[in-house]
């Protein structure tokens, strides 16, 4: 009797350790198997809502591979721009118009330089104390020569100290012409200039020019271009382009004119929703300025 009540107690106590090991243990996966789905759907969510650092990097990666596509495509690629305003104090504008009298010609003239002064402009409605000039370069090359140049001679660094003290901001951007609308040669036009200035949604440029090409042809017909520039360096995502015509009259006339030429109408309706900003300045041309 002894010998099984001790079996029938070990067997009994073998059942209860068993059954809690038996029990213990779904418990333990249950709770891994709920840790590990938690930890997947915190990675899941962690994907959707942010990506992983190599999705980000080949997305960027990829953008940067498509703007460059696009640049190849649309740019005339000869030459690169540079479109640099100043804002000048009030008081001011006399004196630094002297001295940019003086230096730009000089600078433009330098045989060391591999640059073109395309032309300088003061803004008449807009922000009215503000001037453009607009720079062409023989491509990045020619921009790197020429200001590598321009920061070691006295001269550029002297006309500098001159110019800091007249000015309240300055802005510059790096821009490509686009190749079905050169930066016309130096002239005397006359007249008022007018830049307009886009800022599109990033990575439309391509859709942009596509669909303004065909407007650009109806106000081929009816006013003078200057040129038109995409930027590379600089505020991104940026286009502009100059026109010049005889007076505010005949600016009007010539807009009014484009609305009845094929094209216009369908490039507005088209080109409008890649815009997220849009500004338009009139401008004369400096006396010295090459295009006039």
């Not at 001790?6 to 067997?11: A, E, H, L, M």
Request: proline fraction near 4%.
């Amino acid at each position: 009797m002894m010998k099984q009540a001790r079996w029938t107690t070990s067997v009994s106590t073998f059942s209860r350790s068993s059954m809690a090991s038996a029990s213990a243990l779904p418990v333990q996966q249950l709770r891994c198997s709920s840790s590990t789905t938690s930890s997947r759907k915190d990675s899941l969510w962690h994907r959707i809502l942010h990506g992983n650092r190599e999705s980000q990097e080949e997305i960027a990666q990829a953008v940067e591979t498509r703007e460059v596509n696009f640049s190849q495509k649309i740019a005339r690629g000869k030459y690169i721009h540079e479109i640099m305003t100043h804002e000048v104090k009030p008081e001011c504008v006399d004196e630094y118009l002297a001295l940019i009298r003086q230096a730009y010609p000089l600078i433009a003239k330098n045989p060391q330089h591999e640059v073109h002064h395309v032309c300088s402009m003061q803004n008449i409605v807009g922000e009215t104390w503000k001037f453009t000039h607009i720079w062409e370069y023989k491509g990045y090359a020619g921009y790197d020569r020429t200001t590598e140049i321009a920061r070691n001679a006295k001269e550029y660094l002297a006309f500098r100290q001159k110019l800091h003290p007249l000015i309240t901001k300055q802005t510059n951007s790096l821009n490509q012409e686009f190749a079905t609308l050169n930066t016309i040669p130096p002239q005397t036009l006359g007249g008022i200039f007018e830049k307009r200035t886009y800022t599109l949604v990033p990575g439309s440029l391509l859709e942009w020019e596509r669909h303004w090409q065909g407007g650009l042809q109806a106000r081929k017909q009816v006013m003078t271009p200057v040129g038109a520039w995409f930027s590379q360096l600089g505020k991104l995502n940026t286009v502009t382009h100059i026109w010049q015509f005889d007076s505010f009259a005949a600016r009007k006339a010539a807009r009014d004119k484009c609305w009845e030429i094929d094209g216009w109408a369908d490039t507005v309706h088209k080109t409008v929703p890649l815009v997220t900003s849009m500004q338009s300045e009139i401008m004369k041309a400096c006396e010295f300025s090459p295009i006039r």
